[in-house]
């Protein structure tokens, strides 16, 4: 299956950021969305959100995606040359752990539209450190600028006793940011309100300015903002 | 082969190696060398190599993060406790290996004998082997695509010295993609008793995990059962329990319920597992597991 050569599609692109970590399960969704919903309504004027992704062409939301390297690779050069993007401040790039096809395709396919880099989650205990420092190598290989690290799930506060406790342990985006030289964005708390509204895909931005994750998770999309190179038009 | 990837064309079809669902196949260069009526003949080779092993379980999860390695590990040492059981535990999670730092053998190498490589022992009868230990720094990238993955977790299956083994358990990388076709494909004549499942109790967590149940019926393998983690959190200063992750759609038991999958347990968030993850220990509670 041939991609369409399209290089107008993305030229109404500012800025690119691929959201990745080397592990699952840390929250790379989550913050994209959260981070595409904060820039909206950090900008001027409210705009919408365009959205793509793999699970609006399944018949079932059951369907599994059982693709090898190449055909995964496929698509991934699709949704970059044939969608119509149109006129857009950020593309957020969602990834799946790993530094692997999905992610090679996606950097070659960037690559000609001068990404603005990656954002780095990572959450705070050793063993996700681990496999995080192997993409912090991935980023460097691929000639990727790291705007930052975030760690999520930084701790939870008890709702019935305020007693803060470190879940998945502490301290981990630090050391990460610290050993590769890159920006600590900030940590987001683990937050049951988070974790239900993108459950049932509501606006956690609008609708939850009073959370403890609603400042880390502006503050990151205001660092972002402040990093993005201005674009020659 | 049962095994195949979406789409493939059969390996009697002329287009057998040809067509693009084959890239990454481990069968492509045969098929498209016109033998591709003859399976890959690691199969068999693995299938002799596991008639030393009694029992293999793989550990799977549509999603990352739940706790399949935490689980894995935990299972590992719990089957281990009696020292008469032979436990081996397989990490083919290629860009992300864990396994190495939950055991506690973080800077172990693997090393080479007449007859094969040898597993890291955490106990004496507890080997491990994961691509960790063949990575020299902490910051080592495995930037591979599907097939130079697809050929170590063939290495890791056929030229691995487990010797006489009760029970390999295999932790998987999130996903339904070349890791997961190769394993089942690679043991498809040696006899895999089933896949446990890990997952936790939000309906994004179980959409994955929908889509895992299903490959694995697609690829004919049986499914032992469900493990809800993360399920509650204890405050450790009040004890009252919260649920972090709601079960928004009813959690791991009402898709078990609906799927009539049995649901094998539920873990709570326990902050101390990390901390003993550096230890290799396993907390009392993950017991009641190993009765299934």
Known sequence: MEAAVEPGNLAGVRHIILVLSGKGGVGKSTISTELALALRHAGKKEQSISLMSVGFLLESPDEAVVWRGPKKNALIKQFVADVAWGQLDYLVVDTPPGTSDEHMAAVEALRPYSPLGALVVTTPQAVSVGDVRRELTFCRKTGLQVVGVVENMSGFVCPHCAECTNVFSRGGGEVLASLAGVPFLGSVPLDPELTRSLEEGQDFIRDFPKSPAFPALFSIAQKVMSEAPARLS | MEEVPQGCPGTGSAQAGRGASCQGCPNQRLCASGAGAAPDPAIEEIKEKMKTVKHKILVLSGKGGVGKSTFSAHLAHGLAED?????????????????????????????????????????????????????????????????????????????????????????TPPGTSDEHLSAVQYLSAAHIDGA?????????????????????????????????????????????????????????????????????????????????????????????????
């Open chain 2, 83 to 171: 020292e008469n059981t032979q436990v081996a535990l397989l990490d083919i999670d290629i860009c992300g290996p864990s396994i190495p730092k939950i055991m506690g053998l973080e800077g172990e190498q693997v090393h080479q004998s007449g007859s094969g490589w040898s597993p890291v022992f955490v106990e004496d009868n507890l080997g491990v082997m994961s691509v960790g230990f063949l990575l020299s720094s902490p910051d080592d990238a495995v930037i591979w695509r599907g097939p130079k993955k697809n050929g170590m977790i063939k290495q890791f299956l056929r030229d691995v010295d487990w010797g006489e083994v009760d029970y390999l358990i295999v932790d």
């Open chain 2, 196 to 292: 446990v499942i890990i997952t936790t109790p939000q309906e994004v967590s179980l959409q994955d995990v929908r889509k895992e149940i299903n490959f694995c019926h697609k690829v004919k393998l049986p499914i032992i059962g469900v493990v809800e983690n993360m399920s509650v959190f204890i405050c450790p200063k009040c004890k009252k329990e919260t649920q972090i992750f709601p079960p928004t759609t009813g959690g791991a038991e009402v898709m078990c319920q609906d799927l009539k999958i049995p649901l094998l347990g539920k873990v709570p968030l326990d902050p101390h597992i990390g901390i003993q993850e550096f230890c290799g220990h396993h907390p009392p509670k993950e017991e009641h597991f190993l009765s299934s």
